[in-house]
């Protein structure tokens, strides 16, 4: 089963569950995702595996670029999934993946569920 970690180590949530994975001798991939950010196809995976009913639950509302892009009136997912593609400080943080199932590590113990 293959692990990934959406991290950002500037974000004290991801580091912390970046330590529970490490903690537990986990193996997974970091996916630094401002640094390379997941196409659209992936986001949409992750929509899906996250069983989020839309892909805005899966977006920092709080950032700049989802006021700027007026995000909060578009109603079309697939926009949605672009917009965080092409601006990744709107993907929700960390996010684990864990085979066919994810979790956003907000609270931790979502994490936890995932791992079992």
């Known amino acids: 089963m293959s692990m990934k970690l959406y991290h950002n180590p500037r974000c004290s949530k991801s580091r912390a569950t970046k330590a529970l994975l490490d903690e537990r001798n986990l193996s997974y991939e970091t996916v630094l995702y401002l640094e390379t950010p997941p196409d659209t196809d992936e986001l949409a995976a992750l929509v899906a595996k996250l069983g989020l009913g839309s892909a805005r639950d899966m977006m920092r509302k709080g950032e700049d670029a ?16 672009v917009a965080m593609s092409e601006h990744p400080r709107l993907i929700e943080r960390p996010i684990v993946v864990n085979g066919d199932r994810a979790a956003i590590g907000r609270p931790i113990e979502a994490v936890v569920d995932i791992l079992k």
């Open 66 to 81: 989802y006021a700027d892009l007026g995000l909060a009136s578009v109603s079309d997912e697939d926009a949605l999934i």
